[in-house]
């Protein structure tokens, strides 16, 4: 395998030349790819779409989308059967037809009068990589939302016959006609996965219509069609830079990502990331390889070599780079495998693993698909930290525990003897260590997990799951003996379910020499589903660890798993999405993101404070910051064993705020709440500006929310 990329690296770099020439300037006609002239229309998605298609020999011009949506569907996402609307006109949809009439008015839901509109440019509209979802729900209240059926439509020009290859999926059921031909016929209940169905659109010259019928019973209600590339991955990953850079979007203005091309048939389904000392990037994949990344530093990153330093391990999902003298370069590699935790040793500086050890192979496994094993993180002691996946085992609870230390968090000392931590963890996709030494973990929602969240990882606490219990010593027959679970460890981040992503993976601390901008010590977190990272400040109170989660940055190209800061101070993000789902249009990758130097205007930290909350800005305050329409809300959820927990006892809080230095405001709460699991208190800032800068320029705040978890209140025991 590694001679087959050593060929296919050399004849690559003549590639790239022949194929893609970049200029420095931006205007039109000045780049070409893959010998096409890059052409700059009115949107990204069109822009992409329209060079997508050109590169597989199709010249197109794709409509807008349109959305019609609700009708009333009592079956839900069980059935996609019964037609609504411009189904029972389909003749109209013939190539060269006029397609639906978008002016005409539909019966819909509840006898609503419902027509065609357009879908909001910020639907469909992802990040490097192609368009996001579409939320079909977008605007809705939640009963018209719930078992109901939704058409999308747009229109296909071109001058020639073309036929384009297309990824395309739904939450729930779909069909997908073309010029009238079903394409698609799928009735699922399910979560939307961006890849479920590829196609082949063979399009006529002239108009083609695409129209695509949606059903939905509960929950999310989305839809999303990507053209799929057809190009080398170092063009495609050059065209998402000349789109990012032609068509930015505020986040990008301070913060910008480049895709490390990798090639199109290495399957990168990043499980552990980390950096060589010589800055080379490493990932572990879930099929058991693990590579380096020569040359991942450009922007974008192109003519990067792969190199395989290993195979053949049982889904490795997590990795370390650590010192070992019987290493030629000094540095081996650690992995968490399914059953053991590994060390992989390079002894001849060939970048090829020759030596296999295994640290610790002590914990249990029943060969239930679902018991993951994440790590290692080391701790300052250079103890090695991993967190085992309960089985999913649909008895009683989803999860389950069949053999002992599934659900716990277990370290292993230099001398490979396991000690088992705590228990009660569920899904315990990352974990990371915090500026004063403390480890954490991230936790996915489900039975007993409220929503994500992180929480500290004390000596014998109790997280919620209570599968673990019965391998606890002393605890065997904690239920039958009528025994009360253990005092639950407060989770210091409630990240509210959608609003912050769905699924928690890894936290990285951030470096503090202000390379990666002014969010020094806080941690980076991704989220798998909705490929994000979001951004979190912890603090101590009264003993007890709380703090604030933000939005930080979207529109990565898969789900974003694991997260490293390189020695330039970017960050590496390693994606995956199979099995777990991921809003992201690509199925796995390696992604860079890069601060620009250009400090956006935000919410440095927000804190308790004994009536509220203290705020620091990055930037200077206008004078009069303190009438900008500040909100509180705060809520809780509910300790359950079935799947997650809606937002519980939500109220409105009273709120008054005081400007107390050029970046700081204090804010009064009352009352600010606390108990049972905890309150998330929701922070959304209207209105709010920084001071003038020297070009006169005043910001608004990028991100306007923030939700802090409150569980003490500073001054009350």
Not at 21 to 26: A, F, I
Not at 165 to 171: L, M, W
Not at 487 to 507: D, L, N, R, V
Not at 541 to 555: D, I, L, M, R, S
């Amino acid at each position: 395998m590694s001679s087959n990329y050593d060929v296919w690296n050399a004849v690559r770099a003549i590639a790239w030349l022949v194929a893609v020439s970049m200029r420095p300037s931006n205007s039109i006609g000045q780049i070409e790819i893959e010998g096409k002239p890059y052409i700059k229309l009115e949107t990204r998605e069109r822009t992409r779409e329209m060079m997508l298609a050109r590169l597989q020999g199709a010249e197109v011009r794709w409509g807008e989308w349109k959305l019609l949506a609700p009708f009333d569907h009592p079956p839900g996402g069980k059935s996609i059967d019964t037609p609504f609307g411009p189904e029972l006109d389909m003749a109209s949809c013939s190539a060269g037809g006029p397609g639906p009439d978008l002016m005409r008015t539909f019966n819909g839901k509840r006898g609503k009068a419902i027509g065609w509109r357009d879908v909001p440019d910020e639907q469909g509209i992802g990040g490097p990589g192609g368009p996001g979802p579409i939320n079909l729900d977008a605007g809705l209240s939640a009963e018209d939302a719930r078992n109901a059926v939704g058409y999308l439509y747009r229109a296909i020009t071109c001058d020639r016959a073309s036929s384009i290859e297309v990824a395309t999926g739904s939450d729930d059921g779909l069909r997908l006609w073309l010029n009238g031909r079903l394409l698609v016929d799928a009735s699922a209940e399910r979560p939307l996965d961006p890849g479920a169905h590829v196609v082949r659109l063979e399009l006529q010259p002239g108009v083609n219509h695409l129209l695509a019928k949606v059903s939905q019973g509960a929950g999310e209600w989305q839809f999303q069609l990507t053209p799929r590339a057809a190009i080398d991955p170092d063009g495609e990953a050059a065209l998402d830079w000349q789109l990012d850079t032609d068509y930015p979007d505020d986040e990008s203005r301070h913060y910008r990502i480049a895709t490390v091309a990798v090639p199109a048939d290495l399957s990168l389904e990043v499980g552990g990331l980390g950096l060589l000392p010589d800055g080379r990037p490493i990932a572990c994949t879930r099929r058991g390889e693990v590579w380096i990344f020569e040359h991942a530093y450009g922007t974008p990153a192109i003519g990067v070599q792969p190199i395989l330093f290993a195979s053949g391990l049982h889904e490795p999902l997590g990795l370390a780079v650590r010192p070992d003298p019987r290493a030629k370069k000094g540095s081996a590699i650690d992995v968490a495998q399914r059953g053991e935790l590994t060390r992989l040793i390079d002894t001849d500086g060939d970048d090829r693993a020759d030596l296999f050890v295994t640290l610790c192979d002590a914990w249990q496994v029943s060969g239930n698909y679902h018991e993951f094993a994440f790590g290692p993180k080391y701790d300052m002691n250079g103890d090695a930290w991993v967190t085992l996946n309960l089985a999913h085992t649909g008895g009683e609870t989803v999860m389950g525990a069949t053999v002992a230390t599934r659900g716990w968090a277990v370290r292993v000392s230099p001398d490979g003897v396991m000690h088992k931590v705590c228990d009660g963890l569920r899904s315990p996709d990352g974990i990371g260590m915090y500026s004063d030494g403390q480890m954490f973990y991230t936790d996915n929602q489900g039975d007993y997990v409220a929503t994500c969240k992180l929480s500290p990882l004390f000596e014998g606490s109790f997280h919620g799951h209570q599968a673990s219990l019965r391998f606890r010593e002393g605890w065997s027959n904690w239920k039958t003996d009528g025994m009360e679970i253990p005092g639950m460890t407060p989770a210091a981040i409630w990240f509210p379910y959608k609003k912050m992503g769905q699924s928690a993976s890894e936290p990285v601390l951030t470096p503090t020499d202000g390379s990666f901008g002014p969010f020094g010590g806080q941690f980076m977190v991704g989220d798998q589903t909705h490929a994000t990272i979001m951004r979190v400040i912890l603090e101590r109170v009264e003993g007890v660890y709380q703090g604030a989660c933000f939005p930080f940055k979207n529109g990565f190209a898969s789900g974003v798993h694991r997260l490293a800061f390189a020695p330039d101070g970017s960050l590496m993000v390693g994606m995956t999405d199979r099995g777990w789902g991921s809003t992201g249009p690509k199925r796995s990758g390696l992604q860079r993101l890069l601060w620009t130097g250009v400090t956006p205007f935000e919410m440095l930290t927000m804190r308790a404070a004994p009536d509220g909350f203290d705020l620091e800005f990055t930037h200077d305050l206008e004078e009069d910051a303190d009438q900008a329409g500040y909100e509180v809300s705060s809520h809780t959820y509910l300790y359950r064993p079935e799947y997650g927990s809606p937002e519980t006892d939500t109220k409105a809080l009273k709120v008054t705020a005081k400007k107390t230095g050029p970046r700081s405001v204090h804010l009064t709460v009352s009352p600010l709440r606390v108990g049972g699991v905890g309150y998330v208190h929701e922070l959304r800032i209207e209105g709010l500006r920084s001071a003038a800068g020297s070009d006169g320029r005043r910001e608004h705040l990028l991100h306007p929310t923030a939700y802090y978890t409150l569980q003490r209140i500073p001054g009350r025991p």
